[in-house]
């Protein structure tokens, strides 16, 4: 059943509940109410006329009595000691019947049931003279039976009078408390599909307020949990991609070498030209396979990065560490005659030691190597960034820049391997870096310098 029906129902059922009961109320309380009243009214109006006729005369009485007649709602009558009627002189009260004797009566106590609702009243009373009296008072409540009659008349029309408004009332207050949750009920439809920029519409402060308040919240919430469950979902998926491309350029990287010494020993055992020189073409397979399994050990180093990197991080001095790996690249430079230029402040960094230092090794490394014969070499640590520039012999162009941290990428320069290299080295400084969310850039300057530089937040030694 639909709420504006139910609510319609309810109303309706309790305007009829409450009318009915009200009407019963009255039907049954108002005559012993109004009886309890009137007989609190009509004994002080009693006691009254008794006080009042006390030592007067019988004439003085009369008159007395005949004008309260048409003022009260009691009918007096006054008998001697011998039950002889002294007023009225001209009839008897209803309930005392007439004796033999026209002047004396019987006082009757006792009432036929039509006559339920009448009382009757008695009191001893000494004249002037000093006889005694006795002053009867007849009070009837009949008018309160119809009154009763009356609201029970009353009560079809007014029933009808009360489910009618009550009805239209009904409607009303249905249609406009339940707009308000048939629009919340639309919004949380489309809440369901996801919809963006969704909220429901919130009206004053109660509940129905608070629990478009409360949907408003939890749509929120689930967005929020949901847009980040998508990213998650798309890293996961890029990497899942990052790693399947690794996996097939390793194959290649591995597959060209192990076919090239296959060859060279298919070639020494059948003594096919050259490679009759057996010792020659031995080393060669050698250095083949050291070079394969120096790649082998960076692939293995690099699946380690993303478990390793990020634990085991301590605050330990940069300067100190970068001095103490200076002395090998200094060989180096007087080997290839550079110009080293070092400037180290004091910088503490929060980081997995041994990755951090891998990954700047990698890039110092580069910069010696591809430094021109006779170039210069600036490394600074200042200002929380490390910068390393070196004069290049080739600068590198936008497109290369841009494919520079892929895996087994080689610039046009150096895809003879001459430099012994596995091409991984970048690779692998980028997935360090990333994985110390460390921001780092690698531009071209004044045409002449490659420079490579990496922030590192603010940290103090303890």
């Given amino acids: 059943m639909r709420l504006i029906k139910k609510t319609f129902l309810v109303i309706n059922g309790l305007i009829i ?12 309380a108002m005559p012993i109410y109004y009886t309890k009243v009137k007989d609190k009214e009509v004994k ?70 039509s006559y339920s609702n009448v009382k009757v ?16 008072g007849q009070s009837s409540l009949q008018p309160v039976t119809d009154a009763s009659k009356v ?13 009618t408004l009550g009805s239209i009332v009904a409607y009303l207050y249905s249609r406009t408390s339940s707009r308000r949750i048939l629009s919340m009920s639309q919004t949380a439809q489309k809440m369901v599909n996801l919809e963006p920029n969704l909220t429901c519409t919130i009206h004053g402060k109660d509940e129905i307020a608070m629990l478009a308040s409360d ?17 998650e979902y798309e890293k996961a998926s890029d990497s899942e991609r990052e790693k399947s491309e690794f ?14 010494v296959i060859g060279m020993i298919d070639g020494m055992l059948y003594n096919v030209g050259d490679f009759a020189d057996r010792d020659k073409y031995l080393r060669k397979c050698r250095d083949v396979l050291e070079g394969q399994a120096q790649l082998v050990q960076s692939i293995l180093s690099l699946s380690k990065i993303e478990t390793l990197a990020s634990q085991n991080q301590e605050l330990f001095s940069l300067k100190s560490s970068l001095e103490e790996e200076m002395e090998v690249f200094l060989v180096l430079s007087e080997l290839k005659h550079l110009k080293v230029t070092i400037n180290l402040e004091e910088q503490f960094v929060k980081a997995n030691k041994v990755y951090l230092l891998k990954a700047i090794k990698n890039i110092i490394d580069n910069a010696f190597h591809y430094t021109k014969s006779g170039g210069q070499v600036m490394i600074q640590l200042k200002d929380n960034q ?30 003879n391997r001459k430099d012994g290299g596995t091409g991984l080295g970048l690779f692998i400084t980028h997935q360090i870096l990333d994985q110390h969310h ?8 004044d045409q002449r310098w490659m420079v490579f530089t990496i922030d590192f937040p603010s940290h103090h030694d303890d």
């Avoid at 509940?17 to 049954?28: P, Q």
């Avoid at 009243?121 to 009867?136: N, P």
């Avoid at 460390?438 to 300057?445: E, G, I, M």
């Fill in 121 to 136: 009243m008695s009191q001893k009373v000494t004249l002037r003279d000093g006889k005694k009296m006795t002053l009867l």
């Fill in 438 to 445: 460390l921001a780092y850039r690698f531009v071209v300057f």
């Fill in 44 to 113: 002080r109006e009693f006691d009254q006329t008794s006080k009042q006729i006390k030592g007067k005369t019988v004439t003085e009485i009369r008159d007395i009595l005949t004008k309260k007649i048409n003022k009260d709602n009691i009918w007096y009558s006054l008998v001697d000691s011998d039950n002889q009627l002294l007023y009225p002189s001209l009839q008897l009260l209803d309930g005392v019947s007439e004796s033999k004797d026209s002047q004396n009566v019987n006082i009757v106590t006792t009432f036929d049931n």
């Fill in 151 to 163: 609201l029970l008349d009353l009560y079809p029309s007014l029933l009808m009078f009360s489910v």
């Fill in 386 to 415: 490390l910068v390393i520039k070196n004069e290049a012999e080739t600068l590198l162009t936008q497109q290369q820049m841009k494919q520079l941290f892929q895996p087994f990428y080689r610039p046009d320069y150096s895809r």
């Fill in 215 to 231: 949907i408003n919240r939890l749509y929120a919430s689930l967005s929020t949990s949901i847009k980040s469950l998508q990213k």
């Fill in 17 to 28: 509940v409450v009318v009915t009961s009200i009407l019963l109320v009255l039907y049954f």
């Fill in 247 to 260: 996996l097939r350029m390793t194959s290649h990287e591995l597959k060209t070498p192990i076919t090239s």
